[in-house]
C-alpha cells in the first residue's frame, strides 16, 4: 500500500517510550505500531460510535484517580 500523508502530533513522553518498547518487541517500525494502533482504534469507533470515546475516557480517568 502506498502511503502518501503524514500526520505530525505531539505525545506525552512516556507514551513515546511505550510505543517504541513496543515496536522494539514486536520487530516493527515505530510508524508501523501507531498506524496498526490507529486502524484499530478507528475500526473501534466505526463500530461502537461515541460509546467508544467514552468508555476510553472513562477508564483513563479511573487510572488516574488511583
Keep these: 500500500m502506498r502511503k502518501a500523508e503524514q500526520i505530525g502530533l505531539r505525545v506525552p513522553i512516556d507514551l513515546k517510550k511505550a510505543l ?3 515496536a522494539k518487541s514486536e520487530d ?3 510508524a ?3 498506524e ?3 486502524r484499530n482504534g478507528v475500526l473501534s ?3 461502537e460510535g461515541p460509546k467508544y470515546f467514552q ?5 483513563q480517568r479511573e487510572e488516574t484517580e488511583q
Design 36 to 38: 496498526i494502533l490507529l
Design 55 to 59: 468508555r476510553i475516557l472513562t477508564r
Design 32 to 34: 508501523q505500531v501507531c
Design 28 to 30: 516493527r517500525s515505530l
Design 45 to 47: 469507533y466505526k463500530e
Design 20 to 22: 517504541i518498547q513496543i
